[in-house]
């Protein structure tokens, strides 16, 4: 009879460190996720958002804001289609040279043991600077290089 309540206690224990095992994962698996689809929503959007026709005028990269918040955030909301809860801030745009940065807060809830719920957040900052390489091609030849 001993025997049987201690590997019941063994077959608990086991459970609450699965349980936990589980728990920080889907933190450190959510937020590395959310990085990398935050870095290739935010490359896509501003690549969506360049201004051709300055482009084509002045021969420099222009991007607009106002397009490029919307390719952004409805990139970032195609890509997920989770229950939390996401918070995008965007801190800084620059037309030209067009450069960003962006923030996405991710809110979590976690119950303790005395059953209060703890809200802690998960912060992702990018800044992202788009550029051509101006020294490939001058005057539609190769540059030669001296």
């Not at 201690?6 to 608990?12: D, G, K, R, T, Y």
């Not at 959510?30 to 360049?50: G, H, P, R, W």
């Not at 990139?75 to 997920?80: D, P």
């Not at 059953?115 to 788009?130: A, H, R």
Request: net charge negative; proline share 1%; charged share 30%.
């Amino acid at each position: 009879m001993k025997e049987s309540y201690f590997a019941l206690a063994v077959f608990i224990m086991g459970l609450i460190g699965l349980a936990i095992l589980v728990f920080f994962q889907t933190i450190t698996t959510t937020n590395e996720d959310v990085y990398y689809v935050l870095k290739e929503s935010t490359e896509a959007a501003m690549f969506d958002s360049i201004d051709i026709g300055y482009y084509r005028t002045k021969g420099e990269l222009r991007i607009i804001k106002e397009e490029f918040v919307e390719n952004l955030t409805r990139r970032f909301a195609n890509s997920y289609t989770k229950t939390t809860d996401y918070r995008i801030n965007v801190y800084d745009i620059i037309e030209i040279p067009p450069k960003v940065s962006v923030e996405v807060i991710i809110g979590n809830e976690v119950k303790v043991y005395n059953y209060e719920i703890d809200d802690f957040n998960v912060v992702n900052k990018i800044d992202s600077i788009l550029e051509r390489n101006y020294n490939i091609y001058e005057n539609n030849k190769i540059k030669e290089e001296k």
